[in-house]
């Protein structure tokens, strides 16, 4: 039993390097399945979280090719329009979400986003509503309705 542990270390040290952290284990996943769009999205989700927003839109672009109905995928090619300032291509993206999951209370969310930014406080009041009606527990929604109704 010995021998045996001593041999599998080196595969062990080998493996332990893959799940070193999230990123080195989702550009492992990949290259284990080029085709998952699970594991493209949510790269593409960490590096939005580290601010790598053209990284990421090729990330979240690539699961989308994968899968262009993919709910998450729109919403975080939503994000990155979003944040880049490109309004209408982010509205477009989350508009797709929803037209495919009318439950997803992070588009509406997002979209919610979008309106706030150009003004458009009705709108905006209403999807931040409606990912209330969905999740009665999301506190940014909460927050933004909030700051939407200082503003009418």
């Known amino acids: 039993a010995l021998v045996a542990a001593v ?3 080196p595969m062990t040290y080998m493996q332990a390097k893959t799940w070193e ?10 290259q284990v399945d080029p085709t998952s769009a699970i594991a493209k999205n949510n790269l593409g989700f960490l ?20 899968n262009p109905d993919y709910v998450d ?3 975080n090619k939503g994000v990155i329009k ?9 509205e477009a993206a989350l508009r797709r979400a929803i037209e495919i999951d009318p439950e997803s209370a992070q588009a509406h969310f997002n979209l919610g ?4 930014v150009r003004g458009q406080w ?3 009041e209403a999807q931040y509503n409606e990912t209330l009606r969905i ?3 999301h506190e940014d929604a909460k927050r933004q309705l909030e700051a939407v109704r200082q503003k009418i």
Do not use: D, W
Request: aromatic share 8%; proline share 4%; hydrophobic share 50%.
């Open 7 to 9: 041999a599998m270390m």
């Open 21 to 30: 952290n999230t990123q080195s284990l989702f550009l492992h996943l990949i």
């Open 47 to 66: 590096l939005i979280s580290r601010g790598m927003l053209p990284e990421a839109l090729i990330m979240v672009e690539e699961a989308l090719a994968e």
């Open 73 to 75: 995928a729109l919403v």
């Open 82 to 90: 979003g944040r880049q300032g490109k309004l209408s291509e982010s």
């Open 113 to 116: 986003g979008v309106y706030f």
């Open 122 to 124: 009705a709108q905006a």
């Open 135 to 137: 999740n009665p527990y």
